[in-house]
């Protein structure tokens, strides 16, 4: 879909869609529980990643009733019995990451494929468990499809923390089921340590019980059953972090945006955005389920991106338009987002009037009084580049075309609306 995107100002109330971090592994635990009992999850966006989800829990053997914004699920006893062994992850990291080892905690052969740059993503972490514990494999030349046949067995296990902490979560999703006690020990200095904690937290809600040693080791108990829970998704901090900006950098200064359904407490990982924009100078009042922000005038800064990567684009945008130098650092993982957002972004961003150089994986951002637009940008296929495009172009003089702007379905199916009823002007050029 290609759009044209005039300057405006946003203001008013948004209610910040759920977390999908929490979504996947809600529905994913829900999916495992014993049967005879049904799990409620609530407040849920069927974005494309949680639809992938969600229709492979079911071919594996839940039972899934589907609501407007929930799911009542009923598990399959911790068995994975696929009706059909091909498993389509679409472009979701998260859903073939998770799902792999939970796969195979039976004795199955499964195909998952995938999509995009999902397709080239790396799995190599799964691969050096299954060349030790002897599961067949093949994939084509390390990418996708990837074919597995065989079965975890319990024991001792080691994976490096430094690379997605995806992996980890999968781990600790599968290890609970198998038939004897596992150690699950990390490598290296975990990265998205804040990703654990949901992990963990969900897992706790379904009853699975792992002893975490300061996230250096992990020790799980073997033949645990996940029981049936009710859960209420909470909103998502890396969907927030968008209409945080676009309320800092708004051109009005009489305006504001309020974000509704924001937990002041939450566990996500990308919460590090009330920090750092706080540490930048914005003008945000924190309450317990809301957040309400103010045009600020900021200041560039050094953000480490490595426990937060999803956030790095946006944050991109607001150094962008900040006085003085922001550096982006520690953005390894950007690199094998849905695009390279190290890449993307610069990219995308000077061609509006940006000024930021790639220096390895950092980026160098001198701040720039607006953007002047007049342009055609590019999402890269990448939802995350589509949304920050997009408040970025709420201070561009001209109005841009954006290619590929249907890319935010990904996360985000109906960020375009939200956009439109707090004041953006699209038009639609091409579907």
């Known amino acids: 879909m290609k759009i044209k995107i005039k300057p405006s100002i946003l203001n008013g109330t948004i209610e910040i869609p759920p977390s999908k971090s929490y979504s996947h592994r809600a529905v994913i635990a829900a999916a495992l529980a014993e049967s005879g009992k049904k799990s409620t999850i609530d407040n849920l966006k069927f974005s494309v990643d949680i639809t992938t989800t969600t229709d492979i829990m079911e071919n594996w053997g839940a039972k899934i009733k589907r609501f407007e914004s929930a799911l009542e699920i009923i598990g399959n006893d911790g068995k994975v019995v696929p009706k059909d062994k091909y498993v389509q992850c679409n472009e979701s990291g998260s859903t073939i990451r998770f799902l792999i ?9 499964l195909i998952f494929d995938g999509k995009g740059k999902l397709v080239d993503r790396p799995l190599d972490s799964y691969y050096r468990i ?6 067949l494999y093949k994939n084509e030349n390390g990418k996708l499809p990837l074919t597995v046949n065989g079965k975890l067995k319990a024991g001792n296990y080691e994976i490096d923390g430094n690379i997605s902490s995806q ?33 963990l937290e969900i897992l706790k809600l379904a009853g699975i019980q792992i002893v975490n040693n300061n996230y250096k080791s992990f020790d799980i108990k073997g033949n645990q059953i996940y029981k049936p829970f009710d ?13 945080i900006v676009a309320g ?23 919460r ?19 957040v309400l922000v103010k045009p600020s005038k900021t200041k ?14 946006i944050l991109t945008v607001l150094g962008a338009l900040s006085e003085g130098e922001t550096r982006i650092i520690n953005g390894e993982r950007l690199r094998i987002k849905e695009s390279d957002r190290i890449t ?15 220096e390895g994986d950092s980026l160098i951002i001198q701040g720039v009084e607006g953007f002047t637009g007049g342009v055609t940008v590019n999402a890269w296929n990448d939802h995350r580049i589509a949304m920050s495009l997009a408040i970025a172009s709420t201070r561009c003089e001209k109005e841009i075309i954006l290619e590929e702007a249907e890319s935010v379905r990904k996360s985000y199916p109906h960020f375009w609306d939200d956009f439109v009823k707090m004041g953006g002007e699209i038009e639609v050029i091409e579907k």
């Open 167 to 199: 992996f980890i979560t999968g781990l600790l999703y599968a290890l609970p089921l198998l038939d004897g006690d596992s150690k699950l020990t990390i490598n290296k200095n975990l990265e998205s340590k804040g990703y654990i904690d949901l992990t």
């Open 130 to 135: 299954f060349d030790k514990q002897g599961i």
């Open 300 to 313: 560039g800064t050094i953000i480490d991106i490595s426990q937060c990567p999803d956030i790095g684009p």
């Open 248 to 270: 800092i950098i708004s051109a009005n200064k009489d305006n504001e945006i309020k974000c509704l359904h924001v937990n002041k407490n939450s566990l996500q990982g990308d």
């Open 101 to 109: 080892p939970i796969g195979i905690t039976d004795e199955n052969e």
């Open 272 to 290: 590090e955005i009330i920090e750092i924009v706080t540490r930048m100078g914005a003008n945000l009042k924190i309450f317990d389920d809301y």
């Open 231 to 243: 859960y209420t998704v909470e909103g998502d901090y890396s969907q927030v972090a968008f209409w």
């Open 344 to 358: 993307s972004i610069k990219t995308e961003l000077n061609k509006l009037g940006a000024n930021v150089v790639e």
